[in-house]
Each structure stands twice: as structure tokens, then as C-alpha cells.
């Protein structure tokens, strides 16, 4: 008996005695004598001639943990494309995308990894390009910009976005394309219900930001998302490219849920986690700055609650007041409410009924 140097074919001869491994290439006949065991000494006599068997084939051994790449039809339509929105990511851009790419490989899933890049000066288009991805130049600046042209740009039924800070998981979008052949039109990635690393996000958003601006989409816009900010999330392309996105900041990620829902479009979430980013340098968003633009993009897209509920408010407390001062002047401790006051009460009530007035001309513009 003998064995090639690859351990992956044995010979075997019928009729001789049991030849069994020992470490690297020795191999030690049990059935020699023992001056003549050590296949390879000097002197050895070789066992008898015998009639051969045909080779025995065994597969190469793998790994339970490696992930193991499942075929896909490569002239299948592309079903996911992963854009990744890039400006100056040249530590974390090559770990991002294996990681996407290990997902298209391991899950069967035909799909296409695209890098918007914003105008990197580090290198990250070449690193890119190295590493199998596609590279589209957006030349206008901004966070939106960047996804914007990255989608216009995918070639997939289904998008799935994310930063490439690696600080979200690419080699988990399964559930999301579950959800998205389920039917839904966008599948929203919840931080809070995956689980957020010690230090991957900054207090003021885990405890403030976040959660407030997610309680006045859910309040305007009736939206079952509890993580409006999550940057990882997938969506129907034609769906979403319908709704004429057009924000270029970072309140890009507000316009998508906010547009969806007043569309009407299915949303979903799906728990995800958030690790602490690759990055040696600050991350490009601004907390107090991007957080008003988010605010300012909720309250311009909800004129009800800007307008008209207030305006309901300021005319009721209004003519209340006016109505209490017909009477009288009224003493409150130390302090008179006479004819004064109540022309400011009456100013009040017009004011408020101007504000509901204006709500049908605001409506026409941004629909709530």
C-alpha cells in the first residue's frame, strides 16, 4: 500500500497485509517483520505482488466552521445588490466588503457589491476595485448624494445599504432578503433589538437622539420603525426609486422611512447589531447639526403637527380667555388679567386660526 503526498488517494492492495498511518508520510506494515517495518529503510523487502483495485477517491476535508460557498446560476438575473456609500474608508472598506461578498458566496444569493464613492482621496477606489467590487464616482458631496447614485446604479431586485465603517455585520443580510421575498418593500435593521457594543455608539444618540427622533416619526408618520437611524437596511429598488428621494445629507435616512410610510409601502424590522467602527479617525456625522436636519426634515414632511394641531391649540386657549374676560377683569393673586390681556388672547385666537388656515396650501406641497 502507498499514498500520494495530497492524503487524498490510497492504493490498495488486495491481498496484503494491513498497512495502517502513522505521523507524515510513514507508513508501518503490522504484518512484516519487525527489522523490516519503516517503509522507505534501507533493505526493506517489498510485500508480493497482487492483483490492484481500481483508485479510491476521498474529498478533501473541510472545516465545520468555514463557511462554505453554495453554486448560483452566474447567468441569473442579479437579485441583491450592496451598496456601500464611501468617502475616505480605506481602513474598513476591504473588511467590508469580503464580508459582503462571503454573504453572496455562502448564501446562494446572486448579487453585486457596489461602492458609491464621494470623492476618497485615500485610495479607497483602487482598494475597491481590488477586492471585487464596483466603483461609482458621485460627484455631489453628501451622505444621501452617495446613495443615491449608488442605487440609481444597482442592477439587483433588492437593495441593501450599509456604512463602510465596519461597524454593521455584511455577512448578515439574510433576514432581511427573507423579508424582502416575503413581500416587504422595506426592511429596517433595529440596533436596540440586536444589541449595541460597548463604545459603537456615542451616549447622546443611544439615549437622546435616537429615541427621540424615533418616537416623532412613529408620532407624525404612523411608522413601524423604532430605529429610524439604523444605516443597515434593504429595500424593493423599484419601490423605493419611485419615491424620488432627493435629501443629499444625512437626513437621507429620515426621507426613506418617512416617504415610504406616507406612500403606504410595507415596512418591516429585523434585529441587528451595531459593533464599534475600524476607524482611527471621527466619524463624518455631526450630532447637534445632523440631528436638526433630521428634526427640521420631520416637522417639514408633518404639516399637521406643525401647523394645524398647534394652531388648534393656540385658538382654543384663545377664545377661552377672551370668553372669560367678556365677564370681567379676573385676579390671580398678585396679578390682574383685564381688557389688556384679553386683546392678546384674541390676537392668540387669530393666530391659531391662521396656522390651521395655512395647513390645505402646506398639504399640497409636502403631504402629511
Known amino acids: 500500500m502507498s499514498a ?61 466552521s468555514a463557511p462554505v460557498p453554495v453554486p448560483v446560476d452566474e447567468t441569473a438575473p442579479i437579485e441583491l445588490s450592496i451598496v456601500m456609500p464611501c468617502l475616505n474608508e480605506s481602513e474598513t472598506l476591504a473588511t467590508c466588503i469580503r464580508h459582503a461578498l462571503t454573504f453572496l458566496a455562502t448564501s446562494g444569493v446572486v448579487g453585486e457589491v457596489i461602492i ?61 432578503v427573507d423579508e424582502l421575498r416575503k413581500g416587504a418593500d422595506l426592511v429596517m435593521g433595529n440596533r436596540f433589538r440586536g444589541g449595541i457594543e460597548p463604545g459603537a455608539m456615542p451616549p ?38 419611485a419615491l424620488s428621494l432627493r435629501t443629499t445629507g444625512m437626513e437621507f435616512a429620515s426621507e426613506m422611512v418617512v416617504k415610504a410610510s406616507l406612500s403606504g409601502l410595507h415596512i418591516v424590522e429585523v434585529p441587528t447589531t451595531l459593533r464599534k467602527d475600524g476607524r482611527s479617525r471621527p466619524p463624518h456625522l455631526r450630532s447637534w447639526r445632523d440631528g436638526w436636519r433630521h428634526l427640521r426634515f420631520l416637522m ?49 385666537a387669530v393666530v391659531g386660526y391662521l396656522s390651521r388656515a395655512v395647513l390645505p396650501a402646506v398639504e399640497g406641497l409636502c403631504p402629511a
Not at 300 to 313: E, H, K, N
Request: glycine share 12%; proline share 9%.
Open 204 to 241: 447622546l444618540h443611544k439615549y437622546l437622539g435616537n429615541p427621540v427622533l424615533s418616537l416623532v416619526g412613529r408620532l407624525f408618520f404612523n411608522a413601524p420603525v423604532k430605529d429610524f437611524h439604523c444605516g443597515l437596511r434593504a429595500f424593493r429598488r423599484d419601490s423605493i426609486t
Open 4 to 64: 500520494c503526498p495530497a492524503f487524498s488517494v490510497w492504493w490498495v492492495r488486495v491481498g496484503a497485509p494491513p498497512v495502517h498511518w502513522c505521523k507524515g508520510l510513514r507508513l508501518v506494515n503490522r504484518g512484516a517483520p519487525r527489522s523490516n517495518r519503516g517503509v522507505g529503510t534501507r533493505g526493506a523487502r517489498e510485500p508480493p505482488e497482487s492483483p490492484r483495485r481500481p483508485l479510491v477517491s476521498y474529498p478533501p476535508r473541510v472545516s465545520a
Open 300 to 348: 417639514l414632511y408633518s404639516p399637521r403637527w406643525v401647523f394645524f394641531y398647534p394652531g388648534l391649540l393656540l385658538t382654543a386657549l384663545g377664545l377661552i380667555a377672551t370668553a372669560v374676560l367678556l365677564a370681567g377683569p379676573v385676579s390671580i393673586g398678585e396679578f390682574g388679567l383685564d381688557i389688556g390681556t384679553m386683546l392678546y388672547a384674541a390676537a392668540i
Open 116 to 176: 458609491a464613492d464621494n470623492g476618497s482621496t485615500d485610495g479607497s477606489q483602487q482598494i475597491a476595485l481590488d477586492e471585487g467590487a464596483r466603483v461609482v464616482n458621485v460627484p455631489e458631496k453628501g451622505y444621501g448624494a452617495a446613495l443615491i447614485g449608488g442605487i440609481a446604479a444597482a442592477h439587483g431586485t433588492y437593495v441593501a445599504m450599509g456604512d463602510a465603517d465596519d461597524s454593521y455585520d455584511f455577512e448578515g443580510p439574510g433576514p432581511f
